[in-house]
């Protein structure tokens, strides 16, 4: 079973600045695209900044400038670096790999999700 865990979410202030991470475990046999989402209660999940393997990288207009998307091979690891943070950046941030996932024929892959963690910013 390959899980994804969110942390870093919290409480800021407008300006503010806040750094996420998205730790992948279990049976990876290796991760390609790795992204990071944000939904508010009545809209839909959007794209905040999607990473390759390659290390290719596309961020939502939104954020372009103020965010930054990284990840450590090594840890499995994503992060999201927030700054000058807006109270419109108010959301659960949820982390989202594609990845292969080993198993006893091989591998196989999967779109893995995790639980998000919330951000919220204060005006």
């Known amino acids: 079973q390959v899980q994804l865990v969110e942390s870093g979410g919290g409480l800021v202030q407008t300006g503010g600045s806040l750094r996420l991470s998205c730790a992948a475990s279990?049976?990876?046999?290796?991760?390609?695209?790795m992204g990071w989402y944000r939904q508010v209660p009545g809209k839909q999940r959007e794209l905040v900044a999607v990473i390759g393997s390659g290390g290719s990288i596309n961020y939502a207009d939104s954020v372009k400038g103020r965010f930054t998307i990284s990840r450590d091979n090594a840890k499995n690891t994503m992060y999201l670096q927030m700054n000058s943070l807006k109270p419109e950046d108010t959301a659960v941030y949820y982390c989202?790999?594609?990845?292969?996932?080993?198993?006893?024929?091989?591998?196989?892959?999967?779109?893995?999700w995790g639980q998000g963690t919330l951000v919220t910013v204060s005006s």
């Open positions: 279990g049976t990876i046999f290796s991760i390609n695209a």
């Open positions: 989202k790999s594609d990845l292969l996932e080993a198993v006893r024929t091989g591998y196989r892959a999967l779109e893995v």
